[in-house]
C-alpha cells in the first residue's frame, strides 16, 4: 500500500486524532491547566510510540516540550519540524458557537481552540508520517520538536536548543505555524520581518505646574514629546534617523517578480483596517511597504493628566512606546543604536530617558540562495497536493523560533503554513479547513518524499 | 475708643477666634464631614449675631453658604465680601507637623488646614468689621457671602447668584482668597486669565492592527496626534490657530510700567519649576507671558497601548485634553471656535472628535478705569498697613467665581489676597503669616473706612 492509499483510506481516522488532540484544553497562560498540558504532550507521546519512534520530554524551566524521533536514514537530509502543543486562553465561551475544547466539524472545518494554531498544523505532520511508515516509504530522518510555550513567547525554548543543539542537528527546519497569504492558495513564506523595541521617557521640568500661573513659560513635555513623534518620519513617509536604511537589502528583479504573482485587493485590504486610506513610505507599493521596507511605529504614548475630566497642568513628564519592524539586512543592535543615537541629541525636548527593549533580526531564506533546492522541493509538493502554483512571498511579523533556529542551531526555516487567513486564531471560533489538512497532509508526505529522493 | 485703639486690645482674642473656626473640619468633599460643614456655617452666624448683624444660612444643593450684612449706610457705597469657609482635604496627616484641625501657633504663623484657604482670610475682615463696629465706625453697608463648594469648583454658586441677585446688590466684590505676587509685598491683582477647556479624539482606523503584518501601511493614530500638537505652535513659540490671538489687548506704556515694578527672580522661578529653560512666545518677557499673552497647552494625552512591556500595534485613536487661557479681550466661545475650527480643518489626520468642555472668560479690572477709585482706596489702604507700596499686578490663572460675580451680578471685583506665596494652600502644613493677619486687619479697616468717606 503506497502512502497515498493509506491516507485515503486513514482520513477520517487522522481527523478523529486531531479532535482528541484539539480536546486537550492545554493553554500555557492558565496554571490551572497545567494537568492539561501534561496530558498533551502524553498524547503525542503515546502517538509517538505506537509508531515505534522515539518518545521524549524534555522538561524546561517553564513547560515541557516533545521531542519525537524517526529512525536515521544515511546519506538522506535530516528534517527538524517545529511546532506547539500550547494554545490561546479560550475564556470568552460564550462568544464561542460550539465549546472550544468540544471540537466540532461544520461545513468541512474543524473547530475548536487551537484547531489551527498550532495543533492541526503540526498533526497534519504527524499523520504524513504514519502514513509514510506505514507505507515503508520514511525517506529521511525526521525530528519532531512540539513546545509548550509559544504563546507565551516561548522564554525556555532558546535555552532548550542550547541544551539539545547535538540531538537537534538537522539540514533544515519547517515551521507550519503560519496561514496561506490569500485564502486557498497554498503559500511559502521565505522571509520575516524582525523587530526592535524600545521606549522613550522625556521630562522637561521637575514637576507639573499649574498651567495657569506658569502656562506660557515652563516648557510643555506633551508638545515636546509631539514633536520628538512628529520628526521621526518626513513628509513622504521616510524614518529620518540617519542610518535607519543603512543595511537594508534592495529587492531584486526576480523577487519583484515575486510580488507581482501575489493577488492583492487593496479595497479589501483597507476596509479590514478600517481606514481612509492606506499611508506609507512614497516609491513603494503596499506589500512593498510591508513586507520589504523597515517601518517604526508608535505603539503607544502617554503623559500629562489622564484621568476623567480635565487638569489644566503643564505636562512635566511624556513617554511613548516604540517598535521598528526590520527587513534584511538590518541588524537589531544597529538600528537600536541608530535610535538611540537620534533621540539622545535631541536635547531640546529636554531630558531623554531611551530604554531597549528586546529585538529579533530579520530571517530571509534566498530564494536563489544555496537553500533554493529545497524551497523548490516544498513548492512541488504543494504544486501536487493543491493542483495549484503556490506562492513564495515574505511576511511582514516576527517569529522569534525562525531567528532562534538561525542563531542557535544554525538552521534555516522553511514557512509552509496550512492555516487560512481566516482561521480566527487567538480569537472566539478557531477553525481549521479541512481541506487545508487534507490538502496538507499529502503536501507533507510529498515534501518528505521528495526530501529523500 | 478708635477702632485702631480696638484692633490693638483685641487681636489675641481675634487669632484665639480663627484657631476656633480652623479646627472645625469643614471638608467639601467628604460626606462624613457633613456635620463639620454644619458647624462652619453656624460658628460664622453665631459670631455675627453676637455682633448684632443679620446672618442667615443659605440652602444649596450641596453645601450651604452663609449670609451676613452689616445695616444700610445711606448713600455710602456697598461692598460685597466674597470667601469661603470649606477646606481642602488634610488626609496625609502624617505629613503634619501638627494635626491639621489642631491649630498651632509657632513662629508667628497659625499652622492648620484653611488657616490661609480660606478662613483666615475671610475671617480678618469679620475681626476688622467687629472693630470698626466696636468703634461705631462702620462707614459703609457690608454683605459677606462665604460659600461651602469653593474647593469643589463652586457648583452651586451661580445657581446661588442668580437666585439672591436682589440681597447681593453691592457697588464691587472684594475677594480675599489670593496670595501676595511676591512674599511680604502687599499685592493688588487686577486681572485674571480666563480658560478654554477641550479634549480632541482622533480616530485613523476602525481597530488597532498589528504592526508586523500590517506596519507600514495602516495610519498610527499616535503620529498623526503628534503631527497635530507639533503644528499648535509655531517655532517662535506663537500659537498658529487662526484669530486665536484676535482680540487680544495689547498691554498699554501704563500697565507695562506697573509690571517692570514687580521683582521678579527668573532664577528663582525656573528653580521652583526644576527645567533647564524658560520657554514661551517671542517677544515677550516671563511675566508677559504669563500674565498678558493666552496660551494653549495640552494637558495629557494618550494613544495606542499604555501598560506595561511592549505591544506591537498600529494605535487606531489617540487622544489629548488641551485648556487655553485667554486674556482681556478674549472670549472664550470664540477661542472655543476658533480651535474646533482648526482641529476639524485638519481632516488629513483622520476623523477628528472635538469635545468642548467648561470655559470661563479673562477678567480684567481696568486700572485705569471706572473702577480706579476703589482700586486706588486698596492700594492706599494696603500702603498705610503695610508701610510699604503696594504691587498692582495682573494673575495667570483663573477665579471663576470672579467672573460669575461679573456675568450674574454685574459687579467687578478687588483682588486683594493677605495670604503668602509660602503658605502651602492644598498641601500640609498649611499656615497663615501672623504678620499678614495683623496688617490684613489693618488693611481691612483702613479700605473700609475709606469707602465711607
Known amino acids: 500500500m503506497s502512502w497515498s492509499q493509506h491516507l485515503d483510506a486513514h482520513e477520517g481516522r487522522y481527523l478523529e486524532s486531531l479532535s482528541e488532540f484539539v480536546s486537550i484544553a492545554s493553554v500555557s497562560t492558565d496554571p ?12 503525542l507521546c503515546a502517538w509517538a510510540r505506537e509508531q515505534n519512534l522515539t518518545a521524549e520530554i524534555w522538561p524546561t524551566a517553564g513547560h515541557p516540550s516533545v521531542y519525537i524521533e524517526t529512525p536515521a536514514v544515511p546519506d538522506k537530509p535530516v528534517l527538524l519540524i517545529y511546532g506547539h502543543y500550547d494554545v490561546q486562553p479560550a475564556e470568552d465561551v460564550e462568544l464561542w458557537t460550539d465549546p472550544p475544547f468540544q471540537p466540532t466539524v461544520r461545513e468541512d472545518r474543524l473547530y475548536g481552540r487551537g484547531a489551527s494554531d498550532n495543533k492541526g498544523q503540526i498533526w497534519t505532520h504527524c499523520a504524513a508520517i504514519q502514513s ?30 542550547e541544551e539539545r543543539r547535538s540531538r537537534l542537528g538537522a539540514d533544515l527546519v519547517l515551521v507550519s505555524d503560519t496561514s496561506t497569504a490569500v485564502k486557498g492558495v497554498p503559500t511559502l513564506h521565505y522571509s520575516l520581518r524582525g523587530i526592535v523595541i524600545f521606549e522613550v521617557h522625556l521630562s522637561t521640568a521637575g514637576r507639573d505646574v ?120 538590518q541588524q537589531p543592535d544597529e538600528v ?3 535610535c538611540r543615537r537620534w533621540f539622545e541629541a535631541q536635547t531640546w525636548a529636554g531630558r531623554i530617558d531611551f530604554r531597549a527593549d528586546h529585538g529579533g533580526p530579520p530571517y530571509l531564506l534566498d530564494p536563489y540562495g544555496p537553500m533554493s533546492g529545497y524551497l523548490e522541493k ?55 479547513e479541512l481541506a487545508n489538512f487534507r490538502r496538507g497532509l499529502r503536501t507533507s508526505c510529498h515534501f518528505l518524499t521528495s526530501l529523500g529522493s
Open 210 to 329: 499649574h498651567s495657569g500661573v506658569f502656562g506660557g513659560t515652563s516648557p510643555n513635555a506633551t508638545h515636546r514629546l509631539a514633536q520628538l513623534i512628529a520628526r521621526l518620519h518626513d513628509p513622504e513617509g521616510r524614518v529620518t534617523i540617519p542610518g535607519f536604511y543603512d543595511r537594508v537589502r534592495i529587492a531584486d528583479a526576480r523577487e519583484k517578480e515575486l510580488l507581482e504573482r501575489v493577488p492583492f485587493d487593496a479595497k479589501v485590504y483597507q476596509e479590514f483596517i478600517g481606514c481612509d486610506e492606506l499611508v506609507g513610505e512614497a516609491g513603494f507599493t503596499t506589500n512593498e511597504r510591508r513586507w520589504f521596507r523597515p517601518t517604526l511605529d508608535c505603539n503607544g504614548l502617554g503623559g500629562g493628566f489622564q484621568g476623567e475630566g480635565s487638569k489644566t497642568i503643564v505636562p512635566a513628564r511624556a513617554w511613548a512606546k516604540f517598535s521598528a519592524r526590520l527587513v534584511a539586512d
Open 132 to 161: 509514510l511508515l506505514a507505507a515503508g516509504e520514511l525517506p529521511c530522518q525526521i525530528k519532531i520538536l512540539v513546545e509548550g510555550e509559544e504563546e507565551v513567547g516561548s522564554p525556555n525554548l532558546p535555552r532548550l536548543l
Open 32 to 43: 490551572a491547566r497545567r494537568p492539561e498540558m501534561a496530558r498533551a504532550c502524553d498524547w
Open 336 to 338: 537600536l543604536e541608530c
Open 378 to 432: 516544498a513548492r512541488e509538493a504543494l504544486r501536487q497536493a493543491w493542483n495549484q502554483e503556490p506562492l513564495l512571498v515574505r511576511h511582514g511579523g516576527a517569529i522569534p523560533i525562525v531567528s532562534q533556529f538561525q542563531t542557535i542551531l544554525g538552521l534555516s526555516t522553511l514557512l509552509m503554513g496550512f492555516g487560512s487567513p481566516d482561521d480566527a486564531i487567538h480569537s472566539p471560533n478557531e477553525k481549521f
